[in-house]
């Protein structure tokens, strides 16, 4: 006697989670394609296992996918000859929230609907996503080796769904969908061919569509080409894929294309392009160019969580065995799978940007001059990999060409002179006002080597990043601290410790006159042509950075500052001259004070007040003009 048809009411609670799935759990309509196409390739994938130890299971024909629509009736029906279920298993498997079990399940949840996704992706239910666009769906299936009939699954996923007897020939599934009104767009063949290709392009079966000509045709790929051995694998496909699945433009750089197998299996295909795409350095929204999929179903693009930011400009493909199909970004952020892909990804990258560096360095000067100023970002965040990084990072420097020729720290270390202790850096907006700082005039001089710091980061990564040392050798700034050059400035230090004393009464007056605005007057040994420069305290925050600080708007720490001076320049012998002779001359204070100024615009600042420093400049051009004549 065959069983009747069961018509079985969903509990209250299985109603609520029904609605939660259906609402919360996915962020856009358009993937319950992608969910149905994927239940089937899972039912095709079981048929063709069970066919291994059961030789009653003949896979016989082609195993395939193939979706029909029907755009009067407003349905789509997407079919395959899978392991398909048995009347018991399709209330097992289909009416899984209906179960009594249903009710404890919902007690472990919580109010935030957004946190719940996680519990509920445990339980597999891609299947009713497909009541975000349907208000009716009817399930036809036969089970493979099974003598009993087919049977019928039905609901309007609203308070009940239907078990009885149906016909079909041949073992598998049918899901056939009804559209509601609102959503009939998704019953143009345009439309589902759009979201194959999209999100399924790539499953291990081929599924078929009619064409226009009322033809069954295959639509997409089936054979990824992540998947495929890298030995067969050619140059040219590479930047195909690159071109044509990832939407890059120009040519890439290299290609990284593994495969890891073991307690984490995963896939991935990642690809460093020549050219910055127009988007990296934007402050709205930075776009990641990794495609995340799961067995062969894509899940979402721009996906923040496989890599850190300061690698946003790598594109590709990862594919995971072991994340659940309807993974959400909220799950990505604390999932310990995605943790340990990011580690080794980010691994597998520096690896091989360390490998181009030694191997190839012509095409790593390209990267760098694409991309340095996004890698440096990683040493201010990437505690783990921080000693990778310091290996990758290049600078300009004081002995370079121009902006393209950079140097390794490794490398100035290697050059370093004789009885150098440190490395020497300055910050700078650019290489041009570097080279023009008074700060370095004793390194040309005694032919020092500093790194010009000239990218925005290059201050946080430094002054605040606590990148204070290479190779067992100190960073210094050569605009904050006083200089120390060791055995490279003894002659220089003893007379500097002569002119300090010979130059005490002018230091003290100096400091007086400018006691709002420096904390010191010493005798310099960091000048060979000015008179005079700043100097920060060596913890205190730099000029260069305190001037990005305030263009950004952010308070900046006071601290006053030291104002060395030069005991041979003329200017300062002239002024302790005229100091001596009469030391409360009020013009000596303007004198004072236009050193001060001018020390100012020489690190790139204005001077404190513009228009009283011009009064000066004035009259004491008129005074001038006055001898002259």
Not at 459 to 467: A, D, K, N, S
Request: proline share 3%.
């Amino acid at each position: 006697m065959q069983p009747q048809p069961q018509n079985l009411e969903f509990q209250t609670e299985a109603k609520q989670l029904l609605h939660l799935m259906i609402h919360s759990l996915y962020s856009h309509k358009e993937v319950f394609l992608r969910e149905l196409v994927s239940n089937a390739s899972d039912a095709l994938d079981k048929l063709r296992f069970e066919a291994l130890t059961d030789p009653s299971i003949d896979t016989g024909a082609e195993l395939a996918v193939r979706i029909s629509v029907d755009k009067e009736a407003k349905t789509i029906t997407v079919s395959d000859n899978g392991i398909g279920m048995t009347r018991e298993e399709a209330i097992e498997n289909l009416g899984t929230i209906a179960r009594s079990g249903s009710k404890a399940f919902l007690e472990k949840m919580t109010g935030d609907q957004r946190a719940d996704s996680n519990l509920i992706g445990q339980f597999g239910v891609g299947f009713y996503s497909a009541f975000m666009v349907a208000n009716r769906v009817r399930v036809v299936t036969k089970r493979a080796g099974s003598d009993g009939g087919a049977t019928a699954w039905e609901s309007n996923g609203e308070s009940s769904y239907t078990i009885s007897d149906a016909e079909k020939e041949g073992r598998g599934t049918d899901v056939v969908v009804y559209l509601k009104d609102d959503e009939a767009e998704y019953a143009e063949l345009w439309q589902i061919r759009s979201l194959i290709k999209k999100y399924s392009d790539f499953i291990a079966f081929p599924i078929y569509l009619p064409n226009d000509k009322g033809e069954n045709e295959v639509v997409n790929q089936t054979k990824p080409l992540w998947l495929r051995p890298a030995s067969e694998v050619t140059p040219e496909q590479y930047e195909e894929f690159y071109h044509q699945a990832l939407g890059g433009y120009g040519k890439t750089l290299c290609a990284m294309h593994s495969k890891a197998e073991g307690i984490l299996e995963y896939s991935s295909l990642l690809f460093i392009p020549a050219q910055p795409a127009f988007d990296l350095f934007s402050s709205l929204e930075r776009k990641h160019g990794v495609k995340l999929y799961v067995r062969r179903v894509f899940i979402m693009d721009n996906c923040k969580e496989l890599l850190p930011e300061y690698l946003r400009f790598v594109r590709g493909v990862v594919d995971s065995e072991d994340l659940p199909l309807n993974v959400s970004r909220e799950m990505l952020q604390k999932n310990a799978v995605i943790e340990k892909m990011s580690k080794a990804l980010v691994s597998k990258i520096l690896g091989k940007l360390t490998e181009m560096a030694e191997g190839d360095p012509a095409a790593y000067k390209d990267f760098w001059k694409s991309f340095g100023v996004v890698l440096k970002e990683g040493l201010y965040n990437d505690y783990e990999n921080r000693e990778k990084l310091l290996e990758l990072a290049r600078f300009q420097s004081s002995m370079g060409d121009g902006e393209g020729d950079t140097v390794s720290l490794k490398q100035y270390v290697s050059r370093m002179r004789e009885d150098q202790k440190d490395i020497y850096y300055i910050t700078a907006e650019s290489r041009g006002v570097a080279e023009k700082s008074p700060h370095l005039e004793i390194f040309r001089a005694k032919s020092i080597e500093v790194l010009y710091l000239v990218d925005p980061v290059d201050e946080w990564i430094i002054g605040m990043g606590g990148i204070g040392e290479y190779g067992g050798k100190q960073l210094k700034s050569v605009t904050k601290g006083d200089l120390d050059l060791g055995d490279l400035d003894k002659e220089e230090a003893e007379k500097r410790k002569a002119a300090q004393a010979e130059l005490a009464g002018l230091s003290g007056r100096i400091k007086e006159i400018l006691a709002e605005s420096v904390e010191e007057v010493r005798v310099t040994g960091r000048l060979k042509d000015s008179p005079a420069c700043l100097v920060a305290g060596a913890q205190s925050v730099g000029a260069h950075l305190e001037k990005m600080m305030k263009a950004m708007g952010q308070e900046v720490p006071v601290s006053k500052r030291v104002l060395e001076i030069n005991a041979e320049h003329p200017i300062i012998k002239n002024i302790n001259t005229r100091y001596g002779e009469a030391p409360n001359d009020p013009e000596l204070t303007d004198w004072v004070r236009l050193l001060y100024d001018g020390a100012l615009i020489a690190e790139g600042r204005p001077a404190d007040d513009p228009a009283a420093y011009l009064k000066r400049v004035n009259a004491m051009l008129e005074k001038a003009s006055a001898k002259q004549g």
